[in-house]
């Protein structure tokens, strides 16, 4: 069985029916979605203030129950007391749990970061002795990999960790930072370098000698969410407990953190999701001029664009969760470095869910707040938190700079290890851009104009990089600026596809009058995507050219970016009633 490579969106046109959309989820994984969305419902959702008082035994109490719906063990394997369920099953869980800021990272800390490192690294011993208590919330777990001095370079971690002279233990000594579920955890995943040099994952239970946690951080938000220091003084940890290879640790860090972008970037767009309707009932119940501020243009275009975004953001997040669980078909589902190998696969398409969806996230919190006016500021109401809370998402996980970089950076490292053919799609565009344009008059089909522009934009960045990577060979990493607005380009494109292929699938089933919501939704975006990534191609290429070389590449890449605007002001108002009258995210 062949599966789609992880980043060859960028070289390949994807076929409509090769695109997992949320309109083919199974009925199991719409249940788990609903168990999910009634449990936060039902349980969480109103016992915010008390989350916020910093009850964690409330946390603690929650944890477990979720536990007994099963929702702490969709990622681990069935013989170690899970349930073993797909990726998408994973990240649909994620999306309805985000809809409580402070929880979501209790719930994330534990059933991601904090426990997949056993589940992906551990020996068997190891996932016999924790895995069955995790999946049940008996153990809670977190993850220590941040030090005070080291967070985006968390390899310069001082801790260190020496073996005893009767080779029995670890001793550990160190502080580790900002550790979610601190508080309360009864597990720690630990990061600290043998003999000071080679960096290692212990696990590490609370109640072993020299282990404790440090006060509760004084946070901008997630006020329900426990964050302390983890304080290892002499901290004995038997050889038994060191995870996955001494001096390997960065394999367990990393590849943890890749799982945790593409579960963050299904948080994210939850979360967005939820702010959604309470934007919306009160723009409907606010009257200002003898009228609902929602019947206010400039109010219909924040409702609409809310709306789009989150339309586009979940089109990649759920098409990545099939591509995902579609290499896994091909591989062996209960081994778990098969599993890790399908998830590192698509390494790119998780730091774009990550950044793409914590910033449409930010996006909508800080729009909510100004549909509130006044009001919005005030703790009274829900979007103060919800701006407060979504904050931290373009900073852990890895900060949205850090991702970019590692976007465009993946992408470069697979080209030239001949992994992902990208030089020869390069030489291609080059080709072409040298020869005649064609002026064969098209035939315009639905969204055909659309089809068009996502196919050049790849084109365009296909170019440009080309022309960076010329000027600076190898050195082009080091060009934060340049690489960044790659990355943006890549994002916008992938976003654009996901949208515009998810939107066709959609008019094959339903046909075009009852998927109108979608086109227009599609349209607008393309249009106003098209422009960003037109911007971001034009800074890189007069980054790296001049004089008449700069007139010549930027002619190159307005036969890829032009196109006609279209009347997105019309649109956006038709987009906006429609959410305006099913009061929700309605896509
Ligand atoms: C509420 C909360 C919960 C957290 N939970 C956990 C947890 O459970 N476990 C855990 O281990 N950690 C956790 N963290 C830590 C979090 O992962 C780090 O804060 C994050 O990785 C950033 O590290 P830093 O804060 O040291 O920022 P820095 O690394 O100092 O970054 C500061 C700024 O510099 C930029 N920057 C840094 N390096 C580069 C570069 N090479 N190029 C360009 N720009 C750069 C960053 O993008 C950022 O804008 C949590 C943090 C918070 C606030």
């Known amino acids: 069985m062949s599966f789609i490579k992880g980043g060859s969106f960028l070289i390949n046109e994807t076929e409509i029916k090769d695109v997992f959309t949320p309109e083919d989820f199974s009925d199991e994984q719409r249940q788990m979605a609903e168990l999910t969305r009634k449990f936060m419902e039902n ?62 990272v209790s719930f994330g800390a534990h059933t991601s970061i904090g426990s997949l490192p056993i589940v992906y690294f551990g020996t068997k011993e190891q996932k016999e002795k924790y895995l069955p208590k995790i999946a049940t919330g008996e153990i809670i777990c977190a993850y220590a990999l941040t030090e005070a001095n080291s967070g985006s370079d968390a390899l310069a971690a001082k801790a260190k960790a020496v073996l005893s002279s009767d080779g029995k233990n670890y001793i550990l000594n160190g502080t580790k930072m900002w550790i979610s579920n601190g508080g309360f955890a009864d597990l720690f995943i630990v990061f600290a370098k043998v003999d000071g040099d080679k960096f290692t994952a212990f696990i590490v239970e609370r109640n072993f000698p020299g282990v404790s946690s440090g006060q509760e951080e004084h946070k901008m938000g997630l006020n329900g969410s426990s964050t302390t220091t983890l304080i290892l003084e002499d901290a004995i940890v038997p050889v038994e407990n060191v995870l996955g290879e001494i001096g390997k640790g960065h394999k367990i860090a990393f590849n943890i953190l890749n799982v945790g972008r593409f579960k963050l970037g299904a948080g994210s ?193 296909l170019l440009v990089a080309g022309v960076a990577i010329q000027k600076y060979m190898m050195k082009v990493n080091d060009e934060q600026e340049i690489m960044a607005s790659i990355a943006d380009a890549i994002m ?49 290429l007069a980054a790296c050219s001049s004089g008449d070389d700069l007139r010549i590449q930027l002619a190159a890449l307005r036969r890829f970016t032009k196109h006609l605007p279209i009347n997105t002001i019309e649109l956006r108002r038709k987009i906006a009633d429609r959410l305006i009258e099913d009061e929700k995210y309605c896509f």
Request: proline content about 2%; overall charge negative; aromatic content about 8%.
């Open 43 to 104: 349980e969480v959702v109103g016992k915010v203030k008390e989350l916020e008082s910093k009850n964690w035994d409330l946390t603690v109490n929650l944890i477990k129950k979720a536990g007994e719906l099963g929702l702490l063990s969709f990622d681990i394997p069935e013989e170690f007391g899970g349930l073993g369920l797909d990726k998408t099953t994973s990240i649909l869980v994620s999306e309805q749990i985000s809809m409580q800021g402070s929880f979501a």
């Open 269 to 461: 767009l939850g979360g967005a999701k939820n702010i959604i309707p309470v934007a919306i009932k009160y723009a409907k119940e606010r009257k200002q001029f003898n009228k609902s501020i929602s019947e206010f243009g400039l109010i219909k275009h924040k409702i609409a664009e809310m709306g789009i975004k989150a339309y586009a953001t979940e089109s990649m997040v759920y098409r990545t969760s099939g591509l995902i669980d579609k290499y896994i078909e091909t591989l062996d589902k209960n081994n778990p470095n098969d599993v890790l190998k399908a998830i590192e696969e698509f390494a790119v398409e998780a730091s774009i869910m990550k950044v793409y969806g914590s910033e449409i996230l930010g996006y909508c919190a800080d729009e909510a707040v100004q549909i509130f006016g006044g009001y919005g500021y005030s703790e009274e109401y829900p979007v103060s938190r919800f701006y407060r809370d979504a904050r931290i998402n373009r900073i852990f996980e890895g900060t949205n700079e850090i991702n970019r970089m590692l976007i465009t950076g993946m992408l470069l490292k697979r080209a030239m290890s001949g992994h992902l053919p990208l030089v020869q799609a390069g030489m291609k565009i080059m080709e072409e851009v040298m020869s005649l344009p064609s002026f064969e008059e098209e035939e315009e089909t639905l969204l055909s104009t659309e089809k068009k522009l996502v196919s050049n934009s790849k084109k365009a960045i």
């Open 492 to 540: 916008e494109v992938y976003a654009m596809e996901s949208a515009l292929l998810r939107t066709l699938k959609i008019v094959e089933k339903r046909g075009e009058e009852k998927s109108q919501l979608h086109i227009d939704a599609t349209k607008v975006f393309i249009n106003d995507s098209i422009k960003k990534v037109e911007n971001y191609c034009k800074n890189v």
